[in-house]
């Protein structure tokens, strides 16, 4: 069992920035984000494996980075130039995504995954 837990989320206005920080009880494996808002499916945002090489879906690509201290076992997302179809709840996850630790297995149905609480970002326009 892995306990994760997210924090950072707020309102900004469109254009302006987000800092996400998730607190891990282990790093030892692929972590990432994913986000889910009311009537839409859930949507993998960003992975980062343990050497740091991160991914990223198509439409946050340029505007967030999604880094790692393995050391604090502690995972970031730096959000810039949001949007307000960024607006969500965010989810940290962590586990195995099934072998790949690709952006769009952050919170797949099927995949053993563990999350935490989640933390709600709101953009307005």
């Known amino acids: 069992q892995v306990q994760l837990a997210e924090s950072g989320g707020g309102s900004v206005q469109a254009g302006g920035s987000l800092n996400l920080s998730c607190s891990a009880s282990?790093?030892?494996?692929?972590m990432g984000w994913f986000r889910q808002s009311p009537g839409k499916e859930r949507e993998g945002v960003a992975a980062i494996d343990s050497d740091g090489i991160a991914d990223y879906t198509n439409s946050v690509k340029g505007r967030f980075t999604n880094s790692r201290d393995n050391a604090k076992n502690d995972l970031y997302l730096q959000m810039s130039n949001l949007k307000p179809e960024d607006t969500a709840m965010y989810y940290c996850?962590?586990?195995?995504?099934?072998?790949?630790?690709?952006?769009?297995?952050?919170?797949?149905?099927?995949?053993?995954?563990?999350w935490g609480q989640g933390t709600q970002v709101t953009v307005s326009s």
């Open positions: 282990t790093s030892n494996y692929c």
């Open positions: 996850a962590a586990g195995s995504f099934g072998g790949y630790c690709h952006a769009s297995r952050a919170g797949r149905s099927g995949l053993k995954t563990y």
